[in-house]
């Protein structure tokens, strides 16, 4: 029993390492946001098409009041995932990614609206905690600085992201999670198709390898093993463990693009991660 919990957490941690892997692939690929993430979204479509079919997935959608939602959320996260890269591209990976995580206390504010339930003034020192973490990632706030766009892109990144998942909260027990992220991918990469007409896509080739990277090991097997993990482990014991993702984004960043985090990126972040792991053991005691 105690091998399979360790083998449990250790996929769960494997899952989180490969999406962590998007931090230092989106801020290496010397292309435009908009082209990497239809790039991303059309491999990786093409990959949980496949896995579906191997396991024999149903891939039908149950009622067609299921669409609308399928792809509004499709487009928020098309939004968080470009919105995402420009945040890294700005800034570097510690900053891009420990402003997107912000993504949960965001969860919480935003829920009593979205999903009718009780809000809890517990939100409010949360938020508090999370804008003095942001403060001190960039204490000298200059619109002007690519630091504060990157915070900046990172937290509208994050506020796409956290109603995306609000949307598609209710629908989460009734499909195959890799199937709801085929849908997700197909959505992306029909909404992003009109920017392969204007935007520049003559790095295609050089950058195809790190292209297939970011779909296959990041989006299509690191979301997959997410997705699988999380039938072992609650939902907030689950955000807990992944809190280590910017952290496994750090260190990726420091071994293949040598970017160094300042003391400012570690004080400030440790805030943003405190407060995670509060509001997961919070909601977890409920």
């Known amino acids: 029993m105690q091998q399979n919990h360790l083998k449990n957490i250790a ?43 191997y396991r024999k997935i149903d891939l039908r959608v149950k009622s067609t009041k299921h669409y609308f939602p399928f792809f509004i959320g499709g487009v928020f996260m098309a939004a968080h995932w470009v919105t995402y890269f420009y945040a890294l591209k700005l800034s570097n990976v510690a900053i891009g ?78 499909y195959n999670g890799v199937l709801l992220m085929l849908y997700q991918t197909i959505v992306i990469a029909v909404c992003l198709f009109p920017t392969l007409f204007f935007m520049d896509i003559s790095g295609f080739q050089s950058q195809l390898p790190y292209l297939l990277l970011l779909a296959l090991l990041t989006t299509a097997i690191g979301h997959s093993l997410m997705v699988h993990s999380l039938q072992f482990f609650t939902a907030s014991t689950a955000s807990i463990l992944s809190s280590v993702q910017p952290i496994f984004g750090i260190i990726l960043a420091f071994l293949f693009l040598s970017e160094i985090p300042t003391m400012h990126t570690f004080i400030g972040g440790s805030l943003i991660l405190a407060t995670v792991v509060i509001e997961s053991i919070r909601s977890k005691n409920k």
């Open 97 to 174: 990614m420990l402003s997107l995580y912000t993504f949960p206390v965001l969860i919480a504010f935003l829920e009593p609206v979205f999903l009718k339930t009780k809000f809890n003034p517990i939100h409010i020192v949360l938020g508090l905690l999370v804008l003095l973490g942001l403060y001190i990632l960039s204490p000298d706030f200059n619109i002007e600085s690519s630091s504060v766009q990157g915070i900046l892109f990172g937290l509208f990144s994050a506020l796409c992201y956290a109603i995306r998942i609000l949307i598609l909260k209710q629908y989460v027990l009734q």
């Open 11 to 53: 996929g769960l941690l494997l899952a989180t390492l490969f999406i962590s892997t998007s931090g230092v692939l989106g801020r290496y690929i010397a292309m435009p946001s908009e082209i990497i993430i239809w790039f991303r979204s059309a491999f990786a479509a093409v990959f949980l098409y496949l896995f579906c079919k």
